[in-house]
């Protein structure tokens, strides 16, 4: 059974917007974010919320994204607005069982065991 399934994503103009969703079974993570790598790129941390709703993101996103779950659904999603071409990336959904901080800035891909299959995202000009 695989703990995280992602849909959305997709190819917008700049200024639009998109949303992101994953779906998580088995497990009430305690830390759940997103990541977004683009080609010759780090995957880098974007957004966090851990368990009881404390939400951290990245400055190149603060204003523009939000980020939200549901703990009862056990999902997760990522609005995305005035995206910009620099967002273009494969967005991938990560969460956590035990980690320390759940502070996107400072996210370590190592410390997430569980992982989406990751959504394309383009931004064009």
């Known amino acids: 059974q695989v703990p995280l399934v992602e849909s959305g994503g997709g190819s917008v103009q700049a200024g639009e917007s998109l949303r992101l969703s994953c779906t998580a079974s088995?497990?009430?993570?305690?830390?759940m974010g997103w990541f977004r790598q683009a080609p010759g790129k780090e995957r880098e941390g974007v957004a966090g919320?851990?368990?009881?709703?404390?939400?951290s993101y990245v400055n190149s996103v603060k204003g523009r994204f939000t980020i939200s779950r549901n703990n009862v659904k056990n999902t997760l999603s990522l609005q995305m607005n005035n995206l910009k071409p620099e967002d273009t990336s494969m967005y991938y959904c990560?969460?956590?069982?035990?980690?320390?901080?759940?502070?996107?800035?400072?996210?370590?891909?190592?410390?997430?065991?569980?992982w989406g299959q990751g959504a394309q995202v383009t931004v064009s000009s």
């Open positions: 990560a969460a956590a069982r035990y980690v320390g901080d759940c502070d996107a800035p400072t996210f370590n891909r190592g410390d997430f065991p569980y």
């Open positions: 088995g497990y009430t993570f305690r830390c």
């Open positions: 919320i851990d368990r009881d709703g404390r939400i």
